[in-house]
């Protein structure tokens, strides 16, 4: 059972937090900056200064790395010049003239890295954001680009080191800009709002966690950048608090009767004095519109949505901060992050919230 009163006793919260899961998720900004000094040191920069590539394929592995292949994809191809490819392997056509980028924090992945020395062996760059030991990053020893991690944090906690290296990568090819420094700032600064010691009612993230507990989050985006900040949302919340979402484009979302007919019922109101045997068996669901783009298109999305679906919650980091695209999504993926941990320590999915009694009157 949920133990809401665990999120505003920082003693116990600490306490809970027996792995330091809530410690390993601030450090956010600081896998930003370590990956990039590791980026300058390598020369990253220099050594992809190769004109334009044919095409930039991402490699889409287990963990953090499907929402992050998602999410870089959905911040180029607006207006990227070349084609932006997810897949699980490196493609049978890769060629000199291609960029390869992956991220695995699982060094014995046999399948990459035979895929990326095969990369490497037909002269496609290959950049590689992994541990710096075992036979990925053997596999392009000496032929790639190695960003390996300097600030230890679990798998899960790992999206923002890859997230910096996909970043960099872009920037050094020429086919996106943005400031990572300012990057790692914002997400001090949203570390900082999310404190453990910060009360509910003025801690995004605890407010997030309590709005979607006892609920089945509907992680719906109002633009392709947003539905990847949701799919890492959806994974952060399984990977900690054992809450499955569902994670969707709006408008495919609206296209689902039955479920836009729940939603419509699990955003509003509960009557007191209707009959429970009356109510729906199982959770009631939870709009959670999320919006990372601005402009009009954006505010267009943003109006069919709530004609929609009123009364639904909606997050736009554009309100709250004045930052590029890359940096609205990281923020919003660190709140996330640190939301599903701060439930999973509520819930005792996860540290030791189950060894821990309410405080009684």
């Not at 003239?97 to 991220?103: G, K, Q």
């Not at 109002?222 to 890492?232: I, Y």
């Not at 009959?275 to 069919?304: F, H, K, M, N």
Request: net charge negative; hydrophobic share 50%.
């Amino acid at each position: 059972m949920l133990d809401d009163s665990l999120l505003d006793d920082p003693a116990r919260l600490a306490a809970a937090d027996s792995a330091g899961l809530l410690r390993a998720a601030a450090m956010a900004g600081a896998q930003v900056r370590a990956t990039a000094e590791t980026a300058a040191e390598i020369g990253l920069s220099d050594r992809l200064d190769l004109g334009r590539p044919r095409a930039l394929v991402l490699i889409d592995r287990p963990g953090v790395s499907r929402s992050l292949t998602r999410m870089l994809a959905a911040l180029l191809t607006p207006q990227c010049p070349v084609p932006v490819v997810i897949a699980e392997v490196v493609p049978s056509w890769i060629g000199a003239l291609d960029v390869v980028f992956a991220h695995t924090d699982d060094p014995g992945d046999r399948e990459l890295a035979a895929s990326l020395e095969r990369a490497a062996r037909f002269g496609a760059t290959v950049v590689l954001s992994a541990p710096p030991e075992g036979p990925v990053a053997a596999s392009v020893a000496g032929k790639g680009l190695l960003i390996a991690p300097r600030v230890p944090v679990p798998p899960e906690m790992a999206f923002p080191r890859g997230l910096a290296a996909g970043l960099l990568t872009a920037n050094a090819l020429g086919l996106l800009v943005c400031d990572v420094e300012k990057l790692a700032d914002q997400l001090d600064a949203e570390a900082e709002k999310d404190y453990l010691a910060r009360d509910s009612f003025a801690n995004p993230a605890k407010a997030l966690a309590l709005r979607v507990a006892d609920r089945l989050p509907l992680l719906w985006g109002l633009d392709p950048v947003a539905v990847a900040v949701g799919e890492h949302a959806a994974h952060a919340f399984a990977a900690h608090a054992a809450t499955v979402c569902d994670v969707e484009d709006y408008r495919q979302a609206l296209a689902r009767p039955a479920l836009r007919r729940a939603a419509l019922m699990g955003n509003s109101e509960r009557d007191l004095f209707a009959d429970p045997d009356d109510e729906p068996s199982g959770l009631r669901p939870r709009v959670v519109l999320l919006a990372i783009r601005t402009g009009a298109a954006a505010e267009a999305a943003r109006y069919q949505a709530e004609e929609m679906l009123p009364g639904v919650d909606r997050i736009a980091p554009a309100e709250e901060i004045e930052a590029d695209e890359p940096i609205r999504a990281g923020v919003l993926a660190l709140r996330f992050e640190l939301a599903a941990v701060y439930l999973g320590l509520a819930a005792g999915s996860i540290g030791g919230a189950g060894q821990f009694s309410p405080v009684s009157a």
